[in-house]
């Protein structure tokens, strides 16, 4: 069984006012989160992300299709026993202390007073903030409260974390902390799925992708397979014993090439030169020192312009 | 269920204990009962008529004052600053939410009324005014004026802004302390718009002067323990449609 299940959700806002347009937030998206993967949802802003997640969370209702939290239909109040989650950019209590907050979390999701007492604890040790769990949520930074946040989707240990955007306002120490808490929920078998529009993060941590554009998936799967669908690569060659920019051989071949003295850096445009290249430097007397396949980025699957649709 | 919705309770009660505006108000009655005192040393005669009248108009309006601006946040707030989210992704159900919201907020009230009976009675009995068993049904009343007050600050909050909603529920109260004057206007009109909006307005809003029996009990003049009863059970029932009706609206909206 999944653990989250979409299928063709449709979610249309109706204008506020006659006349105007309806805005269509999501438009037939479909996709699933296997259980104890970290899945993550990439698009830029606007894309149905947010959405996405209000409707999986029964905040929001959807205009058609189905979504699916473990096994139930979402929005069902009794499965959220076993999901936690951080909203984008949390607002909280801001009168409560760090500690206050957890327990009212805490007492929300049913657990007993010593079990409150132990995961308060314990959670504002593994999110950095056991200095200031007597401090008022009014006093904190964005990224204090971005951690405080994560604590509190985690404080009845749910099997399905859902995070909106949870590294986002936070300094490098920040995001690798929320990083590593992500991956030891893997660990302990949890399924994690988090929203994003920072590509590295989720290249980082991510098992597989779903990468939305205009409330609809436009790629999904592996990161490493993203990376490489249908895409030829570029080929880094460095050599050093001879001067390959005066080999027409290899302008020819080579999208680019520096020459540095005798050391030069051949760049070729796909694997399929690559022998060849090789087989050139040797003739000429050259020592290969490396070579290196650059792999794509997910950010190609924002930009590439067939990815864009009107 | 009791469980999330006295949890809800606790934390709303919490949260009017820390807010600075409460203590405002409730500065202001007592600092309002104390005038009553010295306005009561400058006149010469039924000196203890102007204490038992302000201090028990000051109660009524701190209370109604309390009702209405912390009532018309109770929801809109937790919308407006997003804090909602977080709540509503846990095993609550959305009227639980709203019950908890109006517990705890009644708790505030009740306390709030609480305190300021204990230092009316106490400044009667300094300035040697007649403690009248009528002054309690009063203050009675008033209580339930304003748990009514509240359910239709937050009635309204569910589903429009703190703005609004302010200015809606104070619409509502001032009609509802109008309703005999807006039926004595459609009796007499002969305009038929006119007559159907005053019907439709004595109709629709609460009859609160029903509530108020302030002027004759600070004469020491009581009611009777039926309608004591029945006006009592009228601003309950009332409040409880109110309550009913914003569970029905909250429960279908979006976040």
């Known amino acids: ?310 | 269920m009791m469980w999330n919705i006295g949890v809800i309770a606790i934390n709303t009660f919490r949260e009017n204990l820390r807010d600075k505006i409460l203590y405002n108000l409730l500065f202001f009655a007592l600092a309002l009962i104390s005038a009553s005192l010295l306005l009561a040393h400058m006149t010469f005669v039924e000196q203890h008529r102007i204490i038992t009248d302000m201090g028990l108009a000051a109660i009524n309006a701190i209370g109604v004052l309390i009702g209405i601006f912390v009532g018309i946040g109770l929801v809109s707030r937790e919308i407006e600053r997003r804090t909602i989210y977080t709540i509503m992704a846990r095993p609550l159900k959305r009227w639980e939410f709203i019950l908890g919201k109006y517990a705890g907020l009644a708790l505030t009230l009740s306390i709030n009324i609480l305190i300021m009976l204990v230092v009316y009675l106490a400044t009667l009995v300094v300035s040697g005014a007649t403690l009248y068993l009528s002054l309690f049904q009063a203050v009675g009343l008033i209580f339930v004026e304003v748990l009514l007050v509240t359910a239709i600050a937050m009635f309204f909050s569910t589903f429009t802004s703190s703005t609004l909603s302010a200015i809606m529920t104070i619409g509502c109260y001032v009609i509802g302390h109008l309703t005999s004057d807006l039926r004595g206007v459609a009796v007499k009109t002969q305009n038929e718009a006119v007559k159907g909006l005053m019907n439709a307005l004595y109709y629709l809003c609460p009859n609160l002067d029903l509530l108020n029996i302030k002027g004759q009990a600070a004469s020491g003049v009581g009611v009777s323990i039926s309608y004591e009863m029945l006006a009592a059970g009228y601003g309950l029932l009332y409040a409880a449609a109110l309550i009913v009706g914003a569970c029905v609206i909250f429960e279908r909206r979006d976040f």
């Open chain 1, 1 to 310: 069984m999944d653990a989250i299940r979409i299928d063709n959700l449709r979610k249309e806002f109706k204008p506020s006012w006659p006349g105007r347009t309806p805005v269509q937030a999501l438009d037939g998206l479909t996709l699933s989160v296997e259980r104890g993967e970290i899945y993550g949802f990439l698009g830029p802003n606007g894309s149905g992300k947010t959405t996405t997640l209000k409707i999986l969370m029964g905040l929001m209702t959807a205009s058609s299709g189905r979504a699916e939290v473990l096994g139930h239909p979402a929005g069902h109040v009794e499965t959220r026993r076993q999901v936690g989650f951080l909203p984008e950019s949390p607002y909280f209590y801001t009168y409560l202390t760090a500690q206050e907050f957890l327990q009212f979390y805490g007492q929300l999701a049913g657990l007993s007073r010593a079990k409150i007492a132990s995961r308060v604890q314990e959670l504002l040790e593994i999110v950095g903030m056991q200095h200031a769990g007597a401090r008022q949520l009014r006093t904190f930074s964005k990224g204090m409260l971005q951690r405080v946040g994560l604590a509190q989707a985690l404080i009845h240990d749910p099997q399905l974390v859902v995070l909106d955007e949870p590294m986002s306002g936070l300094d490098p120490v920040g995001r690798k902390q929320i990083r590593d808490v992500i991956l030891s929920l893997r660990d302990q078998g949890k399924t994690v799925f988090f929203s994003s529009h920072i590509i590295p993060d989720v290249e980082m941590i991510c098992d597989r992708v779903g990468v939305i554009l205009k409330g609809r998936i436009v790629a999904e799967g592996r990161v490493d397979e993203l990376m490489t669908r249908g895409r030829n690569h570029s080929i880094e060659i460095m050599c050093e014993g001879f001067v390959s920019d005066r080999i027409p051989e290899l302008r020819e071949m080579a999208t680019r090439i520096l020459q540095q003295g005798l050391r030069s850096l051949i760049v070729l445009p796909d694997s399929t030169s690559v022998d060849k290249t090789i087989g050139i430097i040797r003739d000429h007397g050259g020592r290969l020192i490396s070579v290196i396949p650059h792999k794509g980025s997910l950010e190609d699957l924002f930009v590439t312009p067939t990815n864009q649709r009107d």
